[in-house]
């Protein structure tokens, strides 16, 4: 059992409608997914499965799997049997063959990882040639102002602390550098195409903004890269 298995309908009510997931995180992944009718995706690190099911609602054929029983089971719940769910470990090798997708996407999954370079040459694995990643993680930046007194370039391991609900969590994960994410997609043979900072939806309701958000239209909190398969 995993930490989340202890918390899993908790965190994953919590992330319906709030804006940082909701709002931002995640329809930020589904435009950078792009035209994914008809394509095999698999959302690697899919938890309760909301992305999964909304690149399932544009037309896609989803698969995805995660660490957490608990939170596999509830994305089957969501998804019904129309994704292929499994549980897996995004640092082991995956249960799929080679060249089966046409899209990945991993949403806030890779920093929970002290290595990247095993999940990376297994997603790379299981793309197709011109097949594309998209990838989101925390923002390196936000650690700086998080936690001014520390070292920006040193993998760093942190936790936090959370608020699910009446659940109370701590979250566990490592701080790298931008450069040391850029150089572990290289080294996994992934061509990177685009680094986004985007803004959060404009359909967000303006209740959930923070009132230093008064005339801007993004904030520092998540950054996306889009990587292809060569």
Same mark, same amino acid.
């Given at each position: %059992?995993?930490?989340? *298995? #202890?918390?899993?309908?908790?965190? $994953?009510?919590?992330?319906?409608?709030?804006?940082?997931?909701? +709002?931002? #995180?995640? @329809?930020? %992944?589904? #435009?950078?997914?792009?035209?994914?009718?008809?394509?095999?995706?698999?959302?690697?690190?899919?938890?309760?499965?909301?992305?999964?099911?909304?690149?399932?609602?544009?037309?896609?054929?989803? $698969?995805?799997?995660?660490? $957490? @029983?608990? %939170?596999?089971?509830?994305?089957?719940?969501?998804?019904?049997?129309?994704?292929? !769910?499994?549980?897996?470990?995004?640092?082991?090798?995956?249960?799929? *063959?080679?060249?089966?997708? *046409?899209?990945?996407?991993?949403?806030?999954?890779?920093?929970?990882?002290?290595?990247w370079a095993g999940a990376l040459a297994e997603l790379r694995r299981v793309l197709r040639p011109g097949g594309r990643l998209v990838v989101s993680v925390p923002h390196p930046a936000a650690y700086l102002v998080n936690y001014?007194?520390?070292?920006?370039?040193? !993998?760093?391991?942190? $936790?936090?602390?959370?608020?699910?609900?009446?659940?109370?969590?701590?979250?566990?994960? +490592?701080?790298?550098?931008?450069?040391? %994410?850029? *150089?572990?997609?290289?080294?996994?043979?992934?061509?990177?195409?685009?680094?986004?900072?985007?803004? +959060?939806?404009?359909?967000? @309701?303006?209740?959930?903004?923070?009132a230093r958000a008064a005339g801007r239209t993004a904030f520092v909190c998540f950054l996306f890269f889009t990587l292809e398969a060569p």
């Open positions: %059992m995993t930490d989340y *298995d #202890e918390f899993a309908r908790a965190y $994953s009510d919590a992330n319906e409608g709030n804006l940082l997931n909701a +709002w931002y #995180e995640r @329809p930020a %992944m589904v #435009e950078l997914a792009g035209d994914v009718a008809g394509r095999d995706v698999l959302d690697a690190g899919c938890g309760s499965g909301p992305l999964a099911a909304a690149l399932r609602d544009r037309g896609a054929r989803v $698969s995805g799997f995660d660490l $957490s @029983p608990g %939170m596999v089971a509830l994305a089957r719940e969501r998804l019904g049997e129309d994704a292929d !769910l499994r549980v897996a470990d995004l640092d082991a090798p995956l249960p799929y *063959d080679d060249d089966a997708f *046409d899209i990945v996407v991993c949403s806030l999954a890779l920093h929970y990882l002290p290595d001014p007194g520390r070292d920006y370039f040193a !993998l760093t391991r942190y $936790s936090e602390e959370f608020e699910f609900g009446d659940r109370t969590a701590t979250l566990t994960y +490592w701080h790298r550098p931008l450069h040391a %994410m850029t *150089d572990a997609f290289t080294a996994a043979g992934l061509r990177l195409l685009a680094v986004g900072e985007p803004p +959060w939806s404009p359909a967000t @309701p303006t209740e959930l903004l923070p």
